[in-house]
């Protein structure tokens, strides 16, 4: 062996095993070019939809910030799992984040036999934006409280009815969360269009809505109840069910997702960049606008509390029986 390319070798090998020993090896499958070719939002519901939107603004955000091209890739159909399935079998490398409802990850498990696994098949980036729904009612139902309706609701089991944007859908879940919780029998109206013209004339009796849409519609939906452990600060007047039904609790949210075995420093990137671009003055004054919180929270809080959701929207939808149509 040659003396002096032998040394080299050997200092070669001694800087690599400082180098794990000071945790600065390179993880398999990474490297510090990242993002080297433009990232793929999968975005699992049609352009134009609220959260369509909301992933537009973000990607223009992280175009920016990140120096490369942002895709958003619409592919809708099936509930979300047509999109979501594609991200899940996409190659772990931090070029395919999917934008995902909450139902997407935490009801459809339980709800569509699915050729992939929500839970173990993402890793959690970050919480986008969350909201709690409202419960609201007709003009024409007389009872004025939370309290009033469920005392109605116990002497007359069947005769109020609620509706749902569809078997499944989360106005579903929390209606039948909402019977489970106080012990009731409302009867259910599940709509393929909005349910909010029959919710308005009377023909229908209540509804689980985004509170944008119960603001827009002020006067012809009288709100109740915010399904949120607080009351929500922009509606300080509405209380919230909690206050009655202690743990009633369920937001609607958007959250971001990487395959599974995507590596830890291409996911702790894609949060990093995404909480600053959720922290910009233009992107809090929409979700302001649209009376919803901003999200931000690390992997390990976002995938904790999907966790968690999950478990409380599987037993709901196992005791209520809710199949899709």
Same mark, same amino acid.
């Given at each position: 062996m040659n !003396?002096?390319?032998?040394? #080299?070798?050997?200092?070669?090998?001694?800087?690599?095993?400082? $180098?794990?020993?000071?945790?600065?090896?390179?993880?398999? %499958?990474? #490297?510090?070019? /990242?993002?080297?070719?433009p990232i793929r939002f999968v975005v699992p519901f049609p352009p134009g939809n609220a959260g369509d939107l909301m992933a537009r603004m973000l990607a223009e955000?992280?175009?920016?910030?990140?120096?490369?091209?942002?895709?958003?890739?619409? =592919?809708?159909g099936a509930g979300g799992n047509i999109g979501a399935e594609? $991200? $899940?079998?996409?190659?772990?490398?931090? /070029?395919?984040?999917?934008?995902?409802?909450s139902g997407i990850v935490t009801a459809n498990r339980y709800l569509y036999k699915l050729n992939f696994d929500p839970q173990k098949d993402f890793t959690p980036v970050t919480l986008l934006y969350s909201g709690a729904p409202v419960l609201v009612v007709s003009p024409q139902v007389k009872e004025a409280t939370l309290r009033d309706l469920i005392e109605a609701a116990r002497r007359r089991p069947g005769k109020f009815t609620y509706a749902s944007y569809g078997a499944g859908h989360v106005s579903h879940i929390l209606g039948e969360m909402f019977k489970q919780a106080? %012990?009731?029998?409302? &009867?259910?109206?599940?709509y393929k269009s909005s349910?909010?013209?029959?919710?308005?004339? %009377?023909?229908?009796?209540m509804i689980f809505e985004s509170p944008l849409l119960v603001v827009k519609n002020a006067g012809k939906? =009288?709100?109740?109840?915010?399904?949120?452990?607080?009351?929500? !600060?922009?509606? !300080?007047?509405?209380?919230?069910?909690?206050?009655?039904?202690?743990?009633?609790?369920? #937001?609607?949210? &958007?959250?971001?997702?990487?395959?599974?075995? #995507? !590596?830890?420093?291409?996911?702790? =990137? &894609? /949060?990093r960049e995404l909480a600053a671009a959720i922290g910009t003055p233009e992107f809090r004054k929409r979700l302001d606008d649209l009376l919803l919180d901003p999200g931000g929270n690390t992997p390990e809080e976002f995938g904790a509390y999907v966790r968690a959701?999950?478990?409380?929207?599987?037993?709901?939808? =196992?005791?209520?029986?809710?199949?899709?149509?």
């Open positions: !003396p002096k390319k032998g040394g #080299t070798e050997m200092l070669r090998i001694a800087v690599f095993a400082a $180098a794990c020993l000071l945790g600065a090896a390179p993880a398999a %499958g990474w #490297t510090d070019d /990242y993002p080297s070719k955000k992280l175009g920016a910030s990140m120096k490369q091209a942002i895709i958003v890739d619409n =592919r809708p594609f $991200a $899940a079998k996409s190659p772990p490398d931090g /070029y395919t984040v999917l934008i995902a409802a106080a %012990g009731i029998d409302l &009867l259910h109206v599940p349910p909010l013209p029959d919710v308005m004339s %009377g023909q229908v009796d939906l =009288r709100p109740l109840a915010v399904v949120s452990a607080k009351r929500n !600060p922009k509606m !300080p007047d509405v209380p919230a069910v909690a206050e009655l039904l202690p743990g009633f609790e369920v #937001t609607g949210w &958007l959250g971001a997702f990487v395959p599974a075995g #995507t !590596p830890p420093e291409t996911v702790q =990137r &894609l /949060y959701m999950s478990e409380r929207v599987g037993a709901v939808i =196992r005791r209520g029986n809710i199949k899709v149509e």
